[in-house]
């Protein structure tokens, strides 16, 4: 089977959708012709000149990572800087770059949730779930094609709410219409009066697939002319937003979890507030998540692990939990792990799927 670069996005994008990404992000297809076919991939979180040359060396033309390598706006390509570096070598060599940043944060299984999952943490929900992502949609369908076109409608990516799948809600009623001059109507005859039997169903939907799900509608429903509602709703989603909080098995002391955390993350130093209870109630946030503290106050977390902390930051928590900061590159260092197991998932046996093995982290540590 042959797989180019466009297949592989669209797997990597139903995986981590484009629009959950945060407005000042750059996630998706960085360079390359997305008609390329792929031989291999090679999965990093920073992409680098000798993360192209490591691509280059083990067969592989493809590289996916976390972080966009184009992320402020570029006025010219003339080597002066790093990134400019890194994407004339990629052009040069012909190898396309994918990164899916802060969509991969914001979805449930992403990130966060890994890093929970690395630190042992149960009963995991998002932190801070995301609202205005939904949408419902109602249609009113005659009773024996229900099923039909609800069933259209779910195979779109509509009806899933957390957990559960082929979620909707219907009640029976009366449809009245009279079909003009000219229509072909799937019941009653033009120019006269109807009334029929109709069942109105409701599902919800993410936001961005409406144009997929409405498609669907028109394919799967009976009628000449669909007539349908979908209403955004500022419900939050909760599969989509910042961070993770769960609990551990059993509470540990401070000092435990502390080394927990280091022996886990295999991090060298952990920077923390002074904190003496108990540690039940986790948060977690890959990358920097200082913006979140004063929900992990909220949410009642006694611990919180993330990176980027600044001086003044860490007076955040006012001696309510343990604010730790692991590092940036540490609390996101296993998400190639979850681009790994995706991408041999859609693609077993068609290419290679390697993770890198050149340091990316720009960070050192002496002792």
Known sequence: MSVTVQDLTRALEAWAPLPYQESYDNAGLQCGDPHMLVKGVLIALDCTPAIIDEAVRRGCNVVVVHHPIIFAPLKRLTGATEVERTIMRALRL????????????????????????KLGLEQLRILDPKPGLLAKLITYVPPQHTEAVLQALYAAGAGQVGDYHDCSFRFDGTGTFTPGPGTNPTIGTPTRPESVAEQRVEVLLPLHLQHKALAALRQAHPYEEVAYELIKLENLNQEVGSGMIGE??????????????????????VKHTEFHAVIRRVAVCGGAGSFLTRKVVAAGADAYVTGDI?????????????LCDVGHYESEQYTGELFQELLIEKFARTFAVLLAETPTNPVRYDF
């Open 94 to 117: 012909d190898v396309a770059v994918y990164a899916a940043h802060t969509n991969l944060d914001n979805v449930r299984h992403g990130v966060s949730r890994h890093l929970a999952e």
């Open 248 to 269: 551990l098995p059993e509470p540990l002391p401070a000092k435990e979890f502390l080394h927990r955390l280091r022996e886990r993350l295999g991090v060298p130093v």
């Open 310 to 322: 600044k001086y003044h930051e860490f007076f955040a928590p006012e001696g309510r939990l343990l």
